[in-house]
């Protein structure tokens, strides 16, 4: 129900500008002004949750694509689905998973929605599954968001984020939204963290899709 | 440097200079701790302005030390000869300077300021997205020049690179240089002891060589270092003065790379957490998120939190009433997941400590929960919605609730939450924070809500632009009550409240360093103040009636606290009670008089010479080697 996730805006190997180098500038004006003697911390001022309700980010977002030798191998989250049936990634293996992070009440979720509703539906039938982790929820708002987009895949309840924080060692999501590849190996190919395109995550879904396990 | 400066006045004997070098030395040891010691520094930053070029210039000719003073005196055509070492030589003297230290740090203030009067991308991005949309020309230009994310622009990174550099450089030599003043011998004593500030001659009827060595044992065991000479012996004390020094000097450093580290692998953030949840410390779990350089969303502490009960107590009368008397959040924790659960009590200035990080509690306020069902019956929202308090004395929140997925129409409300609310002449307001009477009162819309496309919104306000109110009684609700929204568009039920709690958390592992490092800071000035250097100096003699003469000279610098006096009094009571000799004149202050006494004896140094203080050292006089290694 908390509405207010930081979307990080750094992508792997991407030189891009972000906001953790205002609190680095901020320290560093701290340890200058001590330096010169003249002693005079509390550069570094502290925002709270409440002084400030917009904290996105926007722009900024990036695709990584881990080649086949250097994926790093998902966890086996499990969970329970919003219409309350179990969900255990590992039951998934030998198929391409897409797993997309997201929430009713986040404005770059519901603008790629249309597209992740879209390729769930033409790749229906083949071997890709789509799930969705539906963060920082309240359950009714995610069924009305799934009936609004006519998303016809499951997505896990996570209200607790354990299943974000399981992916804490590996590739965590950095942002609402982040969608992530998975081959069938049951490895992270590829994560885009931000809004999906329809062209770009259907393009990473047919390379890893191509692929023999 | 310093004292190669000076112009030569007159040539005292190579001993005197060298003992009045004192003075020099050490006020250019410590000019960083003292208000005269900044004066010298800026006579240095002058001067390295002027020589640094013509030293350069001169290295370039003649690279041996030695040579390049001697070239440096010839006019040199500066700056077309001068090769790339001799510029980065120059260069590196430069940054290193105290004056650019100074004006980087003022272009640092400088820099911070259209930080805090222009939006910033890393805190307000929907006010840089404003602004782009009001002025676009001027906020292409702005953009440009990084103006919109100012403590992430190349040009302010440079400013406190170069400022950090600089740092470094200045105090890092320094640092060396203070190892070897602390090692360093006494000098030779003077050759008139009679002109030195306190000084007192006696004459004993031990050989001279018994008299030298019975002082020479007697200032070893008031743990003066010794050192001597044919007729001589030189005891220097309060070394720990350089040690203090040199604590400050290297806990400065210290300071400087704990800060560092911080910036580099700290983090802050903060969440809002509502009773009966939980969250994981993982970055799509976090309001605002603040990482060091070097933290990834994988480097995060993966410890989860959940608050089960949170209990606030204010005070109930006099006139301070409806102040927090205190606040107890009972969370549970996990270190990581997988972990078993343990209790703690958060309360103000009582953190939470997990794995390094710190999670304070810093606020609280009201979730009240609604129901709402749209036009076809289904219920869209279920669920607490934090508002925002904007006063204290009644705790009125403020917030918003978003439907935008009802049928067939959005809904949107804004509303107020009054924890004990009272009717006050037909306006409803708060008495208490305590939920006395929690009521809300809300104004509904129904419409498109903006959240398909376009700048993400904040989620404790409604856009209204495509929005339309909704005819709907202002009655306020009191829990269980519903509200019918005209046309057939949907109900909303207040079900209840819940209390929230915002947390900090805050990850720094330069924190205890940086902690010692400021004691020792302090520390070593504190001992770099209050310890003075002072010299003692003895020399035996025979005179021409074959009597043994024993003239004992003192010696310190900024005796502020005037210890010294009484100190050289009672170590030459001592030393010429050792000698078996009673002090013929007590230790004089204006050794004037005294040196005037006994120029004829000694017949050394002209009167002119009879100057009160030390006088000015000159360079044609052979230095104690060790004390030339110190600029």
């Known amino acids: 129900m908390l509405r207010l996730p930081y979307f990080a805006s750094r992508v792997v190997g991407a030189a891009v500008r972000s906001p953790r180098r205002a609190a680095v500038g901020a320290l560093v004006a701290a340890a200058v002004v001590l330096g010169a003697a003249a002693c005079d911390a509390g550069a570094t001022a502290q925002d709270t949750a409440i002084g400030n309700g917009s904290s996105f980010v926007t722009g900024n977002y990036g695709t990584t694509v881990f080649r086949s030798g250097a994926r790093p191998k998902a966890p086996d989250v499990e969970g329970t689905t919003l219409t309350g049936s179990k969900f255990k990634l590992s039951t998934d293996r030998g198929s391409v998973v897409v797993m997309n992070f997201w929430g009713s009440w986040c404005t770059p979720c519901r603008e790629e929605a249309p597209a992740l509703g879209t390729l769930a539906r033409n790749f229906a039938g083949t071997d890709v599954r789509f799930v969705g982790v539906d963060i920082r929820d309240d359950p009714a708002s995610a069924e009305a968001f799934m009936r609004t ?49 329809y062209s770009g995550l259907k393009a990473l879904i047919k390379q890893v899709k191509a692929e023999q396990e | 440097m310093t004292w190669l400066r000076n112009p030569p006045e007159a040539k005292p004997d190579a001993q005197a200079a060298e003992a009045a070098g004192l003075d020099t030395t050490l006020a250019s040891d410590g000019r960083a701790t003292t208000a005269e010691g900044l004066r010298h520094a800026a006579a240095d930053i002058q001067d390295a302005a002027a020589e640094g070029l013509r030293h350069a210039a001169a290295d370039v000719q003649d690279a041996t030390p030695e040579g390049h003073r001697d070239a440096a005196a010839t006019p040199h055509p500066a700056g077309l000869s001068l090769g790339v070492v001799g510029w980065l030589r120059w260069g590196w003297r430069q940054l290193t300077s105290m004056r650019t230290a100074l004006v980087l740090l003022f272009l640092l203030a400088a820099g911070s300021v259209p930080g805090s009067l222009l939006p910033q991308e890393g805190t307000n991005p929907a006010s840089v997205a404003q602004y782009y949309s009001s002025h676009p020309v001027l906020a292409r230009v702005l953009g440009d020049l990084g103006l919109f994310n100012v403590f992430g622009a190349p040009w302010f990174a440079a400013i406190y690179i170069l400022l950090f550099t600089s740092l470094v450089g200045c105090v890092l030599p320094r640092t060396l240089r203070l190892v070897g003043s602390a090692r360093q011998p006494p000098p030779r004593a003077p050759g008139n002891l009679s002109r030195l500030p306190f000084a007192v001659s006696y004459a004993t009827p031990l050989a001279p060589e018994a008299a030298l060595e019975s002082a020479a044992k007697a200032l070893s065991g008031k743990r003066f270092r010794l050192r001597t000479g ?205 939920p006395n009477n929690p009521m809300v009162s809300l104004v509904s819309y129904a419409g498109n809500l903006g959240m398909n496309s376009g700048p993400s919104q904040s989620v404790y306000s409604l856009d209204t632009a495509g929005l339309h109110e909704l005819a709907v009684s202002p009655k306020p609700l009191a829990i269980g009550q519903s509200v019918k929204l005209p046309n057939g568009l949907g109900t909303l039920t207040y079900t209840g409240y819940r209390q929230w709690i915002s947390l900090a958390i805050t990850y720094d592992p330069g924190q205890s360093a940086a902690l010692w490092s400021g004691i020792a800071v302090l520390a070593g000035l504190l001992l770099s103040f209050m310890v003075r250097r002072r010299r003692v100096f003895v020399r035996a003699s025979t005179d021409e009636t074959g009597n043994t003469i024993v003239d004992l000279g003192g010696l310190t610098r900024s005796d502020a606290a005037g210890g010294f006096e009484d100190e050289f009094a009672g170590l030459a009571t001592e030393i010429s009670g050792l000698h078996q000799a009673s002090i013929d004149a007590s230790p004089s202050p204006d050794p004037g008089l005294e040196a005037a006494d006994r120029t004829d004896r000694e017949g050394s140094g002209p009167s002119s010479h009879q100057g009160s203080g030390p006088s000015s050292p000159d360079q044609s006089d052979p230095p104690d080697p060790e004390q030339s290694a110190g600029e």
């Not at chain 2, 109930?316 to 927090?324: A, D, F, R």
């Open chain 1, 149 to 197: 987009f006519r998303i016809g895949y499951p997505s896990v309840n996570d209200p607790n984020d354990l299943v974000a924080l399981d992916f804490s060692g590996t590739v965590p999501p950095a942002s609402i939204p982040t969608t992530l590849v998975i081959d069938r190996s049951g490895r992270i190919a590829a994560r885009i963290v931000g809004q999906a395109s």
């Open chain 2, 230 to 434: 044919p007729g001589w012996v030189s005891a220097e004390k309060g070394y720990l003065r350089e040690v203090g020094n040199l604590l400050f000097h290297m806990a400065l450093l210290g300071l400087l790379v704990s800060i560092g580290l911080g910036g580099l692998f700290g983090y802050k953030a903060d969440r809002l957490l509502v009773t009966g949840t939980s969250f994981a410390n993982t970055v799509t779990a976090l309001d605002e998120f603040h990482p060091g350089r070097l933290v990834g969303p994988d480097n995060l502490q993966p410890f989860t939190v959940a608050l089960d009960r949170f209990s606030a107590s204010y005070v109930t009368s006099g006139t301070l009433v409806g102040q927090p008397a205190a606040f107890n959040a009972k969370i549970r924790y996990s270190a990581s997941p997988g972990d078993a659960m343990h209790s703690y009590d958060l309360a103000v200035n009582h953190p939470l400590i997990v794995d390094g990080a710190r999670v304070f509690l810093i606020g609280h306020g009201y979730a009240p929960e609604f129901r709402i069902t749209d036009g076809t019956g289904r219920v869209v929202f279920d669920g607490a919605v934090p508002f925002v308090p904007v006063e204290t004395t009644g705790l009125v929140s403020e917030g918003a609730i978003k439907v935008p997925d009802a049928n067939p129409k959005g809904l949107g409300f804004v509303g107020v939450f009054l924890p004990s609310a009272i009717d006050v002449g037909g306006k409803l307001e708060s008495y208490f924070p305590a």
